[in-house]
């Protein structure tokens, strides 16, 4: 899988509010998703990850939501720092195969 | 756990010669890598998913005599850019897929550089 160059799209917040990052996911089959993020000039740093037999997973400030009737993501980060501030991907595979990634949201936390 | 080296981090070479670059999961095995271009301010395109002790499957328009790729242990695969261009200047980024809970992780990433 790919995902094709887009211009990004930015997201910004007030440190200490809550950020909600969202994505649209292709394929209906896919059976794996997950969060990374990308400072940049580095890697992308996974986040977390969930299944479709789940809607919600909890990690350390971050949840993630998965809607399978409208094949829809996203990504809530609870009280934002600005160490957050980074470009966020979903990604999305199907038996462990063929991960497709989203085009990116830049999220920009202000003072 | 679950880290992947990617080296070097930063090369700069010049027109015509070529450059390795190396991706290593530390621990954990990797039958599957990935290997990724990323133009600035733009998403991740996958290149080629490197499978060990097998050729590599190259996505469409990704030259497979450009961008060699070698998957020879669990724990390491390489991209060699051959007769790098200028064109071929972009940040290169790899990723490995843990054998056993399928999780994929990834390197830090390699500007490439062609003067």
């Known amino acids: 899988g790919e995902s094709v160059g887009l211009h990004l799209p930015t997201l910004s917040v007030q440190e200490g509010d809550n950020s909600i990052i969202n994505c649209a996911y292709s394929?209906?089959?896919?059976?794996?998703f997950i969060w990374y993020k990308q400072e940049s000039g580095k890697g992308p740093q996974f986040i977390i990850d969930?299944?479709?037999?789940?809607d919600k997973r909890q990690g350390q400030r971050v949840t993630v939501l998965l809607n399978k009737t409208v094949k829809h993501l996203s990504l809530q980060i609870a009280a934002t720092q600005p160490g957050d501030s980074a470009v966020y991907f979903c990604a999305e595979a199907l038996r462990g195969q063929n991960f497709v990634f989203g085009p990116g949201t830049r999220l920009s936390v202000l003072p | 756990g679950a880290v992947v080296s990617q080296h070097p981090s930063w090369v700069i070479c010049k027109s015509g010669t070529s450059v390795k670059i190396e991706c290593r999961s530390l621990?954990?095995?990797?039958?599957?890598m990935f290997w990724y271009r990323q133009f600035p301010k733009q998403s991740l395109m996958l290149m080629a998913t490197?499978?060990?002790?097998?050729?590599?499957?190259?996505e469409q328009g990704v030259e497979k005599d450009k961008f060699l790729i070698n998957h020879a242990s669990l724990t390491l695969s390489t991209l060699t850019v051959t007769s790098a261009h200028p064109e071929d200047s972009s940040f290169y980024i790899c990723?490995?897929?843990?054998?056993?809970?399928?999780?994929?992780?990834f390197g830090s990433g390699t500007q490439l550089s062609v003067l």
């Open positions: 969930i299944r479709s037999n789940m």
């Open positions: 621990d954990f095995q990797a039958t599957t």
């Open positions: 990723s490995a897929r843990n054998d056993v809970n399928e999780k994929l992780f």
């Open positions: 490197s499978n060990e002790g097998s050729k590599a499957t190259y």
């Open positions: 394929n209906s089959a896919s059976d794996y």
